[in-house]
């Protein structure tokens, strides 16, 4: 165990230009955004401020969108547990322990993984290496896609449970389930990858076994997955409500499939690319792509490892998306239209290039091995060649030869020159594994390193953090703000406690979108995950000229808008300025709640302002009747309201808001938010973990199946 302990170190080495920096927010290398910090960092902090503040688990939130949810959003994190350790600690390192932690349990994961395939520790050590430094998982860790790195973090060892399953006894077969729950409640978009990887390793694994027990065998994987599934139903049921409210159910195929790899950066696989977009990066290492074309050019290695050398290529294929002639249909499958991004299958071309890059070193640490004929070495010379001669001719045409084309044909070249020296004995086994190790380690760290960059907190809420500092000190009670062009980010938004009417986020209530689409004047064409969408050339410019409609925003309580232009409109006043960032009052924006004439149009024939006390998950309002009470929040199922302690039917003004008939008097109207789909799904989840509970104390001392030892095809 001690020993293990020291990979465990070893692995951690690499990233030490990381930890380095955990009091800083990690950047794409020359850009101003990450979603770390518009969506994750905003939802931790209000997270806090609930738990803090309103001593509340919060359901609902109010940052951005003028409400959403927050129960039934996966980048809530609310349901994904060990997500809430950051909380513990100040930002950015809460969320960076937190995230090196999952980073490092993938790699252990990947390590356990091949160990349990009978490799020795240094090609596990490498392998782990190769997933854990992923070019791409570092890129989308850069990128702040934090649920998508927890749920692969869980990955490897999801197929490490389905081996344990294989091989072990009855205590280790509810194992995948309870792994592949965690993928679900991490990243529900990672999770249908997974599912598939989970299944094809376990068809694999049970290539040529009896018809009796692959049958139960499948039925025993299928019952896992409902298990997870049910286990994770206080996400799903929500979650289900809420798609099919969004935006996001009326994806079109083509809409699916737009951020498909584009064919021209498959160059990737050989070249790494430093200031590269996170959804198009796929280049895995110089090793990792030297060990497919060993195994492609060993025949024993070849049969014993083909599913993983399918895989990578399947992942490849499958990221072109709309560039691979009708992969567009999988888009109609029901579901699968709402995943988009079909790029990030290849992270599945990652962990198979992971398995290939350890059994490479395996072999080759074999003093028992011939050299198979041809040699493999000599399918390697066209790859590393081309790399070199295409650096040497673009240096022969008088260009300046970029740094990430050296780094390209040194790490082939120095890679391919190990193989070569390994096949000939030339190096002890130990020896040049340590320097192959080296070798990869400094290839991956240094390409992470030259592609991130890190801010400062100053910096990162400084992004309009003066004039939401500002904002925050207005003393007009409840009001939200609307900004086109996110003037103020989410994360300062945030950290001052903010209300947006606009907002960043890939779910959106279609009947919400409709509105803003005519109160901000900025038209829908399509999905998009900004609202208003950014219609310019640079997020600073989106938007300008487009005149705003003041009734409709002060219906949505906009007290104040934030803008990068002078807006010249009745209705509105200067009161600040920063440069190129002006904030006006909007004199028609309307109080949180109001009662007004049951007869008049909604914002009109307004008798008196309520008085509100607002929670995550109850809203108390104080009013006179007789009239419409009308309170500035979206409606949304799961929200009961009671006058004076009587339950009564609820109204929807303008179609978003929620409103309520008073008779004559003062009244105290409650709102709570209790959505049947929350509680059933707890129940469900409850009541499954009991039973996985329960079952597996019964079967702790089940019996090994001796039918069930041994590993086909090297999977």
Known sequence: MRRRWIYVFLLALPLVGWILHLGEFIYPLRSLYSDLTISHLPNLLFLRRALLEWGQVPLWSNTILSGYPFVANPLSGLWYPPGWLAILLPQPLGLNLVLLVHVLWGGWGMFRFLESRGLRPQACWLGALTFLLMPKLMAHLAAGHVTLVYALSWTPWLLWAERRRFAGGSADRLLPGWILTAIVLADLRWAAYAVLLWGGYTLALRHGVSKRHWFSSLLGTAGLLLMALLLAAPLLLPFGEYVGLSTRQALTPEESFTLSLPPEKLLGLLIPDFNGYAEWIVYPGAWALLSWVYHAATPDLRRRNWPWMVLVVLGLVYALGSAVPYLELLAKLPGWGLMRVPSRAVFLSGIGLAVLAADSVQRLMDDQAEIPFPDPFFFMT??????????????????????????????????????????????????????????????????????????????????????????????????????????????????????????????????????????????????????????????????????????????????????????????????????????????????????????????????????????????????????????????????????????????????????????????????????????????????????????????????????????????
């Open 382 to 715: 066209p790859v590393i060649g081309f790399v070199v001669l295409l650096s040497w001719g673009m240096r022969q045409m008088g260009q300046e030869l970029p740094t990430n084309f050296v780094w390209a044909a040194v790490a082939l070249l120095v890679c391919g020159g190990l193989v070569f020296a390994r096949q000939r004995r030339w190096l002890p086994a130990f020896a040049w594994s340590v320097l192959l190790s080296v070798v990869c380690a400094v290839d991956l760290a240094g390409v992470m390193l030259q592609s991130v960059q890190f801010r400062s907190p100053a910096q990162v809420y400084g992004e309009g953090g003066q004039v939401a500092k500002f904002l925050a000190g207005q003393s007009s009670g409840l009001f939200r703000v609307y900004s086109p062009s996110y003037a103020v980010s989410q994360q300062a938004a945030a950290r001052w406690g903010l209300e947006f009417a606009s907002g960043i986020d890939p779910l959106q209530l279609t009947g919400y979108a409709n509105f803003m689409a005519q109160a901000s004047g900025v038209p829908i064409r399509g999905y998009d995950v900004t609202l208003p969408p950014l219609q310019g050339e640079t997020v600073a410019d989106s938007n300008r000229g487009i005149a705003p409609d003041l009734d409709l925003l002060g219906l949505l309580n906009v007290r104040y808008l934030v803008l990068n232009e002078d807006l010249k409109l009745d209705g509105v006043e200067l009161v600040q300025r920063w440069g190129e960032t002006r904030v006006y009052q909007n004199q028609r924006g309307l109080p949180r709640a109001w009662v007004q004439d049951p007869m008049a149009i909604v914002g009109t024939g307004v008798l008196s302002e309520a008085e509100v006390r607002w929670t995550p998950n109850r809203v108390t309002v104080w009013a006179d009747g007789p009239g419409l009470l009308v309170l500035s929040e979206i409606a949304y199922p799961g929200w009961r309201v009671w006058v004076d302690g009587q339950q009564v039917e609820a109204q929807s003004p303008a179609g978003i808001l929620r409103g309520v008939m008073l008779t004559s008097g003062r009244h105290e109207v409650r709102w709570s938010f209790s959505p049947l789909t929350v509680w059933l799904g707890l129940g469900i989840g409850l009541l499954t973990a009991l039973s996985a509970v329960v079952w597996q104390i019964k079967h702790r001392k089940g019996s090994v199946d001796g039918n069930k030892t041994r590993t086909p095809l090297g999977v």
